[in-house]
């Protein structure tokens, strides 16, 4: 049985900065919702304000969600750990025996969490969305089997579609 959670309740909000200036790589997220290198200029700047994130972590920036209609939002799944602008939340699963990183991260590549998220966004002129409106949004959590299952068909889907994309410009290429 699904039952239906609030964010809030999954997730923690994560606040480790860099005070020893040890991690370097720098990155961002994207309004595809995937993780970038930064290109910004850091020269002179205190890297020491930036914040940690560590695998299986996610980052958000909850600036201009209804302006963009999405919500710039990724799991880090390519990096031990990196370090982030102070702007982007960062928050991880409080009970990964209760809720798959996988699986909360598939639930946000959904259009329809976008959708919500840019109905409740009003904040400002630019549409932010508050940290606690964010953790007010509601989705359903299964048993962890079944999470896993769903992730599994998801990504078999995904590989499928890559797959066949990629045929089709092989195809398109030799005409």
Do not use: H
């Amino acid at each position: 049985m699904k039952e239906m959670r609030k964010l809030g309740d999954i997730v923690e909000l994560i606040d480790e900065r860099n005070k020893d200036c040890k991690v370097q790589n720098l990155i961002g997220v994207s309004i595809d919702k995937c993780f970038i290198k930064s290109v910004a200029n850091t020269i002179g700047t205190d890297l020491t304000k930036y914040q940690v994130i560590r695998k299986n972590d996610f980052a958000c920036s909850l600036m201009q969600v209804s302006r963009d209609g999405k919500i710039p939002i990724a799991c880090l799944k390519d990096y031990d750990e990196a370090i982030m602008s102070p702007a982007y939340y960062i928050f991880r699963i409080k009970n990964t025996n209760e809720v798959l990183p996988d699986y909360l991260a598939m639930w946000f590549m959904r259009t329809e969490f976008d959708r919500e998220a840019s109905y409740i966004a009003v904040g400002g002129v630019r549409g932010s969305m508050p940290w606690e409106d964010f953790c007010d949004m509601k989705l359903p959590v299964p048993d962890l089997k079944e999470q896993e299952k769903i992730v599994n068909t998801y990504n078999a889907i995904t590989k499928r579609i890559q797959l066949k994309q990629k045929i089709n410009e092989n195809l398109s290429n030799q005409l």
